[in-house]
């Protein structure tokens, strides 16, 4: 008996990946997607059966927005139970947002979410498009046994599927932009496509459920030597907000200066919830290691192990969005959800 086609639903956001070179202004445009077997014949020869939305006004990345992710979390509820895996064509300067985003919406997802891009539009001769779009195809498509071999939001690119929640873009001018340092990558692809069936998130079996629900109220604090009380007086008493992301250095570390303390547990009494993220690309917060970060732990800081800046910033979205206390916010952000982080 014949293995049943799988169905894969093409989503074009935006981005480099979907322009083509105007012949004489040399200008570049949106293709249209309805042609996209012409533009990339080799699609046809894939056993996937192949349909696609794409947004009415493509986004370039730089203009992404929570209400985007919406968009697609409602993109994909409504299409679920259709097709088999859904591929993102995205633009590259904010995918690892968008990729960390989604995975927290999309609970107990079951499917294959892949976004991709390219440095290069579709339409130039060097392109790395057309592989990555070959390919992400591919992979939502992939099956074992009647079952999706990934189920999981990812992001594909130059030959390596990765964790999207693990990702950030590290280089604006080479083909492999994306580096996922403190989780491996998911597969890799050369002449077959090899998967790393040991690092993929293990499906639950339940049914999927969306939340589109997010809230943006949140400030970022990166500290570097001499800022000043002034500058940060002036950040932390933002009127509204109701976290803080803090970027320190090494293993979680900052300045022991009473002032700097005192501010912070002013926000933290008043209920602002208060993230350590590491401005290092590799490795991890662990707060009380040093003497420069155990007073953070003293006043109620959140230690946020090895997130992702991209991770942090969506996953509080997401928490605040819910409408929970902040006791469970604080569990949750120390908590495992979608793979994002490293339990100690």
């Not at 001018?173 to 050369?190: I, K, M």
């Not at 998967?195 to 969306?210: E, T």
């Not at 993230?275 to 953070?296: A, D, F, K, P, W």
């Not at 959800?337 to 100690?344: D, I, K, M």
Request: charged fraction near 20%.
């Amino acid at each position: 008996m014949k293995n049943k086609k799988s169905s894969v639903l093409l989503i074009y956001t935006g981005g480099t990946i979907g322009m083509m070179q105007d012949a004489h202004s040399n200008e570049l445009r949106p293709f249209d997607f309805k042609s996209l077997t012409k533009q990339i014949p080799e699609l046809n020869k894939f056993d996937i059966g192949l349909s696609s939305i794409a947004f009415k006004k493509p986004i370039d990345s730089s203009n992404m927005h929570p209400l985007v992710w919406v968009e697609l979390a409602e993109i994909i509820k409504a299409n679920y139970s259709h097709f088999d895996g859904f591929v993102i064509l995205h633009g590259s300067d904010t995918m690892s947002f968008t990729a960390s985003a989604l995975s927290f919406m999309l609970e107990n997802l079951n499917k294959p979410v892949v976004l991709t891009g390219s440095q290069l539009p579709i339409g130039i001769i060097r392109t790395d498009g057309k592989e990555n779009l070959i390919t992400a195809i591919e992979i939502a498509g992939a099956q074992e046994k009647g079952k999706p071999v990934v189920s999981e939001v990812c992001i594909y690119f130059e030959y390596k599927l990765y964790r999207g929640n693990r990702t950030f873009k590290y280089n604006s001018s080479h083909f492999d932009a994306f580096r996922s340092p403190n989780y491996q990558a998911l597969a890799e692809a050369g002449v077959n496509i090899q998967y790393n069936k040991s690092a993929l998130l293990k499906p639950n079996g339940k049914a999927l459920k969306v939340h589109l629900e997010l809230d943006n109220d949140l400030v970022v604090l990166k500290l570097y030597p001499g800022i000043s009380q002034k500058i940060i007086t002036s950040i932390l008493n933002t009127k509204g907000i109701k976290a803080v992301i803090l970027e320190t250095f090494g293993a979680g570390n900052c300045t022991t200066q009473e002032w700097f303390t005192t501010e912070l547990k002013k926000i933290i009494d008043k209920g602002i919830i208060v993230l350590n993220i590491t401005q290092c690309r590799e490795g991890q917060v662990i707060q009380g290691m040093y003497e420069t970060s155990s007073h953070l732990k003293k006043i109620g800081v959140i230690g946020g192990s090895d997130l992702t800046f991209e991770a942090a910033v969506t996953k509080i979205m997401f928490l605040l969005g819910q409408k929970i206390t902040n006791t469970q916010i604080k569990k949750s952000l120390q908590t495992n959800l979608r793979g994002e982080l490293t339990t100690n």
